[in-house]
């Protein structure tokens, strides 16, 4: 049986709700720890000027690096009826190849991030 909910640490990044699949961060710092880290905002070529205040620790093929963002994170679930792939349009445009669906929670509209796709070098 499919599970009805996706666990994700959702956040903030100027006007816009982020959320990646909890499974893909290890933990959360107050400062980073990695040399190899970005900013969300450069990541998804954002054009917020914010400095990070909390670093979500993640793992790729080239070891441990993290993920700068602004405020608090929290954990929580996201029914999958909610979960839409990006329409075509979007995705011929998409700022990063990790941008993989939307949500629409009430009026909220959340970004949703394939984990497996982040990284500081891609």
Same mark, same amino acid.
């Given at each position: 049986? %499919? *599970?009805?909910?996706?666990?994700?640490?959702?956040?903030?990044?100027?006007?816009?709700?982020? #959320?990646?699949?909890?499974?893909?961060?290890?933990?959360?710092?107050?400062? *980073?720890?990695?040399?190899? $880290?970005? #900013?969300?905002?450069?990541?998804?070529?954002?054009?917020?000027?914010?400095? *990070?205040?909390?670093?979500?620790?993640?793992?790729?093929?080239?070891?441990?690096?993290?993920?700068?963002?602004?405020?608090?994170?929290?954990?929580?679930?996201?029914?999958?009826?909610?979960?839409? $792939?990006?329409?075509?349009?979007?995705?011929?445009?998409?700022?990063?190849? %990790?941008?993989?669906?939307? #949500?629409?929670?009430?009026?909220?509209?959340?970004?949703?991030?394939?984990? #497996?796709?982040?990284? *500081?070098?891609?």
């Amino acid at each position: 049986m %499919a *599970p009805s909910q996706v666990s994700c640490v959702l956040f903030n990044t100027g006007a816009y709700q982020v #959320a990646i699949e909890a499974h893909y961060v290890q933990r959360i710092d107050s400062a *980073p720890t990695a040399p190899r $880290r970005v #900013a969300i905002d450069t990541l998804l070529r954002l054009n917020t000027l914010t400095t *990070p205040t909390r670093w979500l620790t993640l793992h790729d093929t080239q070891g441990v690096w993290q993920l700068g963002i602004t405020g608090e994170s929290v954990l929580g679930a996201l029914p999958v009826t909610i979960l839409q $792939r990006l329409p075509p349009l979007i995705d011929a445009h998409r700022p990063h190849p %990790a941008l993989c669906g939307l #949500a629409l929670e009430g009026n909220r509209l959340i970004l949703l991030l394939n984990g #497996a796709l982040l990284g *500081p070098d891609k």
